[in-house]
């Protein structure tokens, strides 16, 4: 499949998931997916700055709406890291965790290692339903190691 089919497709999936939960496709819905799938862990900064790419005229806030939106109706997931604003990424709903670089601050994905979801059972959950369970390591990528050593 050439990059453009395959970013067509992309959009039509995003554009049924937006109206299977009411919402309506709009140019600036899809910069932002777009803008997020292209730069997956980014600020709402960044992702301001790629959907500028497709809307030049997209206000900040208008990105803070609809990374919101997004958010809450699952289409991106919001990623909340110590010493960091929030960041975002369009893989979701796989269990996945982060690896933080506490050298350079870089995050990379971490699949689950063990078992079904949530990866992790926990030893006195108080009668709750675990149902996610958000790992994040931190420690140094190998840039950063290869820099200290």
């Known amino acids: 499949m050439t990059g453009t089919a395959a970013a067509e497709e992309t959009t039509a999936a995003w554009s049924a998931e937006l109206r299977t939960h009411g919402r309506r496709v709009t140019k600036q819905r899809l910069a932002v997916l777009r803008a997020v799938d292209a730069a997956p862990h980014s600020v709402a900064d960044d992702v301001a700055a790629g959907a500028r790419n497709d809307l030049p005229d997209i206000s900040l806030q208008s990105v803070y709406v609809v990374l919101a939106d997004l958010v809450e109706i699952g289409l991106l997931r919001k990623i909340e890291t110590p010493d960091s604003p929030a960041r ?62």
Do not use: F, K
């Open 88 to 149: 975002y990424e369009t893989r979701v709903n796989d269990n996945h965790h982060h690896a933080v670089c506490t050298g350079c601050g870089r995050i990379e994905d971490v699949d689950c290692a063990v078992g079904h979801a949530p990866c992790l059972t926990p030893g006195n959950p108080t009668g709750m339903t675990i149902q996610i369970a958000d790992v994040l390591y931190r420690g140094l990528c190998t840039d950063c190691a290869e820099a200290a050593s």
